[in-house]
């Protein structure tokens, strides 16, 4: 359960201005949904890096605002998170390779939202007939005259009996110029420890790979990867590769 313990003071690095920021006392990372690219669906916790921009303009993260040990009194206003056409102009000032690292991440994720909408629609239909085709099938598996009673009945059948199983797709994934060149550099500036303190997030790493179409050099950063935590989101990101797919899929813990 993500618990709120309280608000304290901070100081923006770039021009000392003063905010309040939530203090956690403990967080939930349980979301509705996931994403192969990190984006979350109703999710109980942040994703967005503690990315913030300043009232004079410019883009900073929370871990590097200087942290007061003072409770925040209620008028003190919190940081904005940046709107999403605000990222551009965070990247092309960023600071820090952190901060570009971080704001890179967010376009990514947001750029990729067009795609989740079409992604979305094209799941829906897809299940709707795979429902449709299973009940044909169960209606015609019964004996005539089950079969007239349960119409006359209008009884749904309740899904105990295996459904007809049919292949899993998602439409295309053509990422833009734009996508390409973001991911380009993400990539490249991660591999270069642009996100320090923080450790490489190979997953991450094979996730960038795999959305421009590298699919060995996916591979690769896949096998690399040695811990158990993230297990379910290694098998979806290899399990993609494997099929040559580039697109973002969405999947659950």
């Known amino acids: ?86 990222l551009p102009a965070i990247i092309e000032s960023a600071s820090s390779p952190c901060l570009e690292v971080t704001a890179r991440r967010n376009y990514w994720r947001f750029l990729n939202d067009e795609y989740r909408a079409r992604y979305r629609a094209h799941r829906e239909t897809e299940d709707a007939i795979a429902d449709a085709q299973w009940r044909s099938d169960y209606y015609a598996s019964l004996p005539l005259l089950a079969r007239s009673i349960r119409r006359l009945m209008r009884s749904e059948p309740k899904y105990d009996f295996p459904r007809a199983t049919r292949p899993f797709t998602v439409p295309p994934f053509h990422p833009s110029a734009e996508q390409v060149e973001n991911m380009t550099k993400l990539l490249a500036l991660i591999l ?24 060995e050099a996916a591979a690769q950063a896949l096998s690399q990867y040695q811990d158990d935590y993230q297990a379910v989101l290694k098998q979806m990101i290899g399990a993609q590769v494997e099929q040559r797919c580039n697109a973002p899929v969405r999947f659950r813990m």
Not at 25 to 52: C, F, K, V
Not at 198 to 209: D, I, K, Q, S, Y
Request: proline share 5%; hydrophobic share 35%; net charge negative.
């Open 1 to 86: 359960m993500t618990i709120v313990s309280g608000h304290s003071l901070i100081v923006s690095p770039c021009c000392r201005s003063i905010y309040k920021t939530v203090v956690y006392a403990s967080l939930n990372m349980s979301a509705i949904g996931y994403w192969t690219d990190g984006a979350q669906e109703h999710g109980l916790s942040p994703t967005d890096g503690g990315l913030r921009i300043c009232r004079c303009g410019a883009g900073f993260l929370l871990k590097d605002a200087v942290r007061l040990d003072i409770e925040a009194r209620p008028e003190i206003e919190f940081a904005e998170r940046p709107k999403d056409d605000q």
């Open 192 to 215: 270069a420890g642009g996100d320090a303190p923080f450790r490489t997030n190979g997953l991450e790493v094979a996730e960038l790979h795999r959305q421009l179409g590298q699919f």
